[in-house]
């Protein structure tokens, strides 16, 4: 540019000295008539910045097209290979999507509230327990949480909360709808508000006054989304409620709901405000900055200065825990995470076996590259290019099958996981997908190139890299497929005790005989006074035994596949009294008369009830109870009572060990029968068939014919202790997928590492051959290699296993952590899978002709 300006001045120069002028009077006139220098070389500099940029823009592109062009025919070339490592990686971002699409709704983003990372549940749990202590937490009763509302300042809001059942009566028919009460402040903590109507305040409570609020879920199926349905009246468990508003869709539980809620009631914290309920369900919003083990311990200062008790003295102990934590397979679901981590782990190692193996036998193609003058840096962006489109390929696949992995998790969900039906393939997840896939394509590939760029240049032309580089490499491969075998073995040992555990919890004995037996619950019978309660559940019951195929009927308060319990203590006559605060969980049921013969049970020794008032303070235990306390001897005759100031009860049987709960219950825990008179309780009713027809029509049409306004809710008990190992079997198929999953492509990464280790050796298998060696002895020698790989990295993944599966020890039933069948299964397996592995490769070192393998190089 410098030249080109004096150039011109020059040129010019010589035209003004041609005219006459001086040199000195030529030169200033040109460089003014040129202008300003300084200006023009800025603007020329400009000009030629902004060509280069173009031309610049103009190769990059034109180099890029170049680059996607030469890599999609590069990898359509070798369609094996690139199907191959999409489908690999595709299928570890699959099952990885699919299980972090529901950990992102249901852990990282359980409730859609307002600083939801700040929303906390809160619960009670004894501080101490005595034998047979459980560790389930307790809800807290209305006179607490108004303590904790009044007094806390870690909380921002606290806010009671309670679902329930109730039977709603239209024209006709009746029906069962979910209802939930809440404070008048739920939907500002949740942060809604009514699309129809408003909001009950604290004057509806005070004035009694029955008005409700409907979901728009059912305000839209129901009634059609009518606008008019303000100052309309519903009919709940026989009482008129005002319809005042509609709450939007939006307003999610707090908990993981199973249930769909129809109808909001406002929720009464006074004394008597809850007839029907001792106990309400609590959530928080704790304050910035504030811990929860903060907020913990000034929730029980407060109870502790009510109750007059010293902090440390405190039977009771707060709880407070992220809604995520209450899933009811929250363990379960830490479990798939890892899970399908080893998995994820064991497709990119599989990835990177692929593509260090392919760099490797591109090494003549770089060096040829190299040799017409391909700088490094070229030859790694096109290398990268390719990397990128396996990437982009990998993600789009395993997305969807990710995808398609969610909606087979919900659609076969078990009901005790309803709460897989809210996940959801969110952003969070789509991200994670293409940094993992992105991540996983282009660091491993580019490993691979780099250490193909470390062999001379001359030597990759001539085909002779150094045997020490060949084993370096082959020591790289070998040691990527001993991690993927060593993370297989880990979860065929897991998939196997679970398998194991479903397999004995499946054969447990029961104790009772579920088959033929149902329970019925009445819907709108517990809102009746006690003794109109009274005689309608014996009306129920007299004509409920007069029905065919009904065998016999009971009461009984504790429903099989729950449990009613007493937080309490429990004296043994003869022993040392536990401490007041040893407070613990007692299984207590109330009976009538023929419960035992109903369900099916013995009395192990002893005799039924002979006094059912409450005067006689009679009771039966469980055997295993009775065998904990009275080893030797009978349990006939000994005394017990629950806290000091109650009086003695006399045990009158023992009951074989009933696990009405589920198989996973403890038998030598307190299980407590005592007799009821029937007076003003309300029990839920059993009954026994003789199996012919199904009792379920004819049982509905009985209880509507005695009241209209009931609803019978029959339930088949066989179902129900079915699905008390549902979610574990769910689970467990699950991880046996993964497992599958996992052997496969760790299978495919050995068998990669075989057939490239037998066209290494050809000329020493033809060699082999041509100086005498059998076949058997060829395949003994390849098969060996791939076994020992196999044999190694499980040796390695048992040793793993034997610390991770701490991880699902509170998941196994009957089944010891370190349970040598299932490590021994784990070993037997990935056997199998090396010598699968190890076949093909085998026969095609068999097929080696002696003379074509001493020509091969």
């Known amino acids: ?381 096109q290398l990268l290019t390719e990397s990128l489109l396996l990437a982009i390929g990998g993600t789009a696949m395993g997305v969807f099958a990710g995808w398609i992995g969610l909606r087979l998790l919900i659609a076969l969900r078990p009901p005790t996981l309803a709460e897989l039906a809210t996940a959801r393939l969110d952003s969070t997840t789509l991200v994670l997908a293409v940094l993992v896939a992105g991540a996983t394509a282009i660091v491993f590939g580019l490993l691979g190139s780099a250490r193909a760029g470390r062999i001379a240049t001359h030597d990759a032309l001539k085909n002779t890299s150094t045997s020490a580089s060949r084993a370096n490499r082959g020591q790289t491969r070998t040691l990527l497929v001993v991690s993927e075998m060593a993370l297989s073995a880990t979860l065929v040992v897991g998939a196997t005790m679970l398998v194991r555990s479903v397999i004995k919890m499946q054969n447990a004995d029961l104790g009772f005989e579920p088959k033929g037996l149902y329970t019925l619950n009445i819907g709108g019978l517990d809102s009746r006074p006690g003794p109109e309660r009274t005689a309608l559940t014996q009306l129920v019951m007299t004509r409920l035994a007069a029905v065919s195929g009904i065998r016999s009927v009971a009461l009984t308060s504790n429903p099989t596949g729950g449990r009613t319990f007493a937080i309490s203590t429990l004296e043994v006559e003869g022993e040392d009294p536990p401490p007041l605060t040893a407070t613990m969980r007692i299984d207590v049921n109330r009976i009538g008369r023929g419960y035992f013969q109903t369900m099916n049970m013995r009395l192990v020794e002893g005799t039924p009830f002979t006094d059912t008032t409450a005067a006689a303070h009679q009771v039966i235990v469980n055997a295993g109870f009775a065998r904990k306390h009275w080893p030797v001897g009978s349990a006939v005759g000994r005394r017990i009572r629950r806290m000091a100031r109650e009086p003695w009860m006399t045990i009158v049987g023992v009951a074989n060990d009933a696990l009405t709960s589920g198989a996973r219950s403890e038998v030598s825990a307190p299980r407590l029968y005592t007799p009821t008179d029937e007076a003003g309780e309300y029990l839920m009713i059993v009954l026994r068939t003789d199996g012919t027809a199904d009792p379920v029509a004819p049982v509905r049409a009985l209880v509507r014919s005695i009241d209209p306004g009931f609803t019978a809710t029959l339930q088949s008990v066989e179902v129900k202790m079915s699905e008390t190992i549902a979610a574990p079997r769910f689970i467990m198929l699950i991880l046996t997928a993964f497992t599958v999953l996992a052997l496969v492509l760790a299978g495919i990464g050995l068998y990669g590492v075989m057939s490239y280790s037998v066209a290494e050796r050809t000329r020493e298998i033809g060699i082999r051959v041509a100086l005498g060696a059998t076949r058997g002895r060829v395949a003994q020698m390849v098969v060996a290699s791939g076994v020992v790989v196999g044999l190694i990295g499980s040796v390695i993944g048992v040793v793993v296993a034997s610390w991770g599966t701490k991880l699902i020890e509170r998941q196994l039933y009957d089944v010891g952590r370190l349970d040598i069948v299932s490590f021994s299964v784990a070993i037997v397996v990935l056997f199998l899978a090396a010598v699968v592995a190890s076949v093909v490769p085998t026969r095609r070192a068999l097929a080696v002709d002696p003379m074509t393998a001493i020509r091969a190089d």
């Open 1 to 381: 540019m410098e030249d080109e300006i004096k150039l011109h001045l020059a040129l010019r120069v010589e035209q003004l000295m041609a005219s006459g002028a001086t040199p000195d009077d030529a030169y200033r006139e040109a460089v003014q008539r040129f202008g300003p220098l300084k200006e023009s070389r800025a603007r020329m500099i400009d000009a030629a910045r902004q060509r280069e940029r173009h031309m610049r823009r103009t190769e990059y592109f034109a180099d890029l097209k170049q680059d996607l062009t030469f890599a999609l025919r590069t990898l359509r070339r070798q369609k094996g290979w690139t199907a191959v490592t999409v489908l690999t990686l595709a299928l570890g971002l699959g099952a990885t999507t699919a299980v972090f699409s529901v950990v992102s709704s249901l852990l990282i983003h359980a409730v859609p509230y307002p600083n939801g990372d700040r929303v906390m549940l809160v619960y009670q749990e004894l501080t101490k327990g005595g034998s047979g202590a459980a560790a389930e937490v307790m809800r807290a009763q209305p006179r607490v949480l108004r303590l904790w509302q009044e007094g806390s300042h870690s909380f921002e809001a606290l806010e009671g909360f309670m679902p329930q059942a109730m039977t709603m009566r239209a024209a006709d028919t009746s029906v069962t709808v979910n209802t939930a009460l809440i404070e008048p402040t739920f939907p500002k903590f949740a942060g809604v508000r009514p699309i129809v109507g408003r909001m009950f305040d604290q004057t509806d409570i005070t004035s009694g006054e029955r008005v409700t609020l409907l979901s728009e879920g059912f305000w839209r199926t129901r009634l059609g989304g009518r606008t008019d349905v303000i100052g309309q009246r519903i009919t709940l468990d026989s009482s008129l409620y005002t319809v005042i508003g509609v709450l939007p869709a939006s307003l999610r539980w707090p908990q993981p709901q199973t249930e769909r809620l129809d109808v909001w009631l406002p929720l009464d914290l006074n004394p008597g405000g809850l007839p029907r309920m001792k106990t309400v369900d609590v959530v928080g919003r704790l304050r910035p900055g504030v811990s929860t083990q903060t907020a913990a311990r000034e929730l029980d200062s407060l109870l502790a200065r009510a109750a007059g008790f010293k902090l440390d003295a405190l039977p009771i102990r707060s709880l407070i825990v992220p809604p995520a934590k209450h899933l009811t397979f929250y363990d379960s679901l830490l479990l798939l995470t890892f899970a399908v981590g080893l998995v994820l782990l064991i497709a990119c190692a599989n990835v990177a076996h692929l593509l260090v193996a392919r760099s490797s036998g591109r090494q003549r193609e770089l060096a040829i590259r190299t040799a017409l003058g391909a700088g490094r840096g070229r030859v790694l962006r």
